[in-house]
């Protein structure tokens, strides 16, 4: 279903995404992390579909579809590193940013910081040029909005 659009994105020079293509890389890059620990959780799920309701500013229904859409693409998305870095290519950098901090927000969403999700982070926040002092400023950030 996703494969053209995964050639699209993982392509030498990948165009620059279009907002629906946007949203759905991103949403996706969303589930890989939430799924990283093994657990799917409803509140890592819940999170995700607030910060896509957020962000994309989308009714129930887009946010529905929006969800199943990323949930398969994931699925059939290649590595991280190739997946990750073509986001890179594709979206500018503030929106990168935002983006971090949209990942620790799943991150911490069930109240627990587990290694795996750490890790695939650090590695996110990387391939997507984002340093370690931006990346550790973004997670106090949301820490701080959940308390």
Do not use: C
């Not at 759905?24 to 890989?32: C, F, G, H, Q």
């Not at 859409?69 to 929106?95: G, Q, S, W």
């Amino acid at each position: 279903m996703f494969a053209e659009f995964l050639k699209r994105l993982t392509q030498p020079e990948p165009d620059p995404l279009d907002d629906g293509d946007a949203r759905l890389a991103l949403t996706a890059l969303l589930v890989r992390v939430a799924r990283s620990d093994g657990e799917y959780a409803k509140s890592e799920r819940h999170q995700i579909e607030t910060v896509v309701t957020t962000r994309f500013a989308l009714d129930k229904q887009g946010v529905h579809e929006l969800m199943q859409n990323a949930e398969t693409l994931e699925h059939e998305a290649p590595d991280t590193v190739r997946f990750t870095r073509a986001i890179k290519d594709a979206v500018p950098y503030p929106e990168r940013l935002g983006v971090i901090e949209a990942l620790w927000s799943v991150v911490l969403a069930d109240g627990v910081r587990e290694q795996e999700e750490d890790a695939l982070l650090r590695l996110i926040a990387n391939l997507l040029g984002v340093n370690d002092v931006d990346s550790a400023q973004a997670r106090q950030r949301v820490a701080a909005s959940k308390s």
